[in-house]
T-cell receptor
Framework: SQQGEEDPQALSIQEGENATMNCSYK?????LQWYRQNSGRGLVHLIL?????REKHSGRLRVTLDTSKKSSSLLITASRAADTASYFC???????????FGKGTTLSVSS | DTAVSQTPKYLVTQMGNDKSIKCEQN?????MYWYKQDSKKFLKIMFS???????INETVPNRFSPKSPDKAHLNLHINSLELGDSAVYFC???????????FGPGTRLTVL
């Protein structure tokens, strides 16, 4: 069964604003990753947070993980038009196993 | 110098036909995957190969048969195509026990 559920399904913001996407999952995880998919393209890895971590930063990205609530959030600060894409969270139960993806959040950033 | 490549990018075919999608990675990874993304963008694992050996085979119709001639290649053959097979198929790879997967650009399959 599907592991992750993203919220919201779609998000429209203006350039310069922050975008927050949430992800919930159902079972224990080894780690949680966020991927970006530009329209008509493959997925690109953005950031990974391990089950024993609570927060991680990478450039304009900030990820939090709450294993007690089985949820994660991805914050993109100072968004740009180039951030327009679909964002997926993905989990795996054990290191190196296949990823289980959520349904994704479609982010639209207008200039 | 594409890391994970897939051919073809687009595939339009009639119901009942047999088709293949090819995937190659030049990253030296030993594990490769096939994922299916449906019209609602939901991504689901289909198969996983490690060093040419099948290690994951999700509930996929046996009309789908993956083949890995070597570590760098994982092909997907589909027999007797059905309308419901229309989707985007992604190949991915990773190395060892690393967690990050590298995805190909996808193959959009349309069954008419």
């Amino acid at each position: 069964s599907q592991q992750g559920e993203e919220d919201p399904q779609a998000l429209s913001i203006q350039e310069g604003e922050n975008a927050t996407m949430n992800c919930s999952y159902k079972t224990s995880i080894n780690n949680l990753q966020w991927y970006r998919q530009n329209s008509g393209r493959g997925l690109v890895h953005l950031i990974l947070i391990r089950s024993n971590e609570r927060e991680k930063h990478s450039g304009r990205l900030r990820v939090t993980l709450d294993t007690s609530k089985k949820s994660s959030s991805l914050l993109i600060t100072a968004s740009r038009a180039a951030d327009t894409a679909s964002y997926f969270c993905a989990t795996d139960r054990q290191a190196g196993t296949a990823l289980i993806f959520g349904k994704g959040t479609t982010l639209s950033v207008s200039s | 110098d594409t890391a994970v490549s897939q051919t073809p990018k687009y595939l339009v075919t009639q119901m009942g036909n047999d088709k293949s999608i090819k995937c190659e990675q030049n990253l030296g990874h030993d594990t490769m995957y096939w994922y299916k993304q449906d019209s609602k963008k939901f991504l689901k694992i289909m198969f996983s190969y490690n060093n040419k050996e099948l290690i994951i085979n999700e509930t996929v119709p046996n009309r789908f048969s993956p083949k890995s001639p070597d570590k760098a290649h994982l092909n997907l053959h589909i027999n007797s195509l059905e309308l419901g097979d229309s989707a985007v198929y992604f190949c991915a790879s990773r190395t060892g026990r690393a967690d990050t997967q590298y995805f190909g650009p996808g193959t959009r399959l349309t069954v008419l």
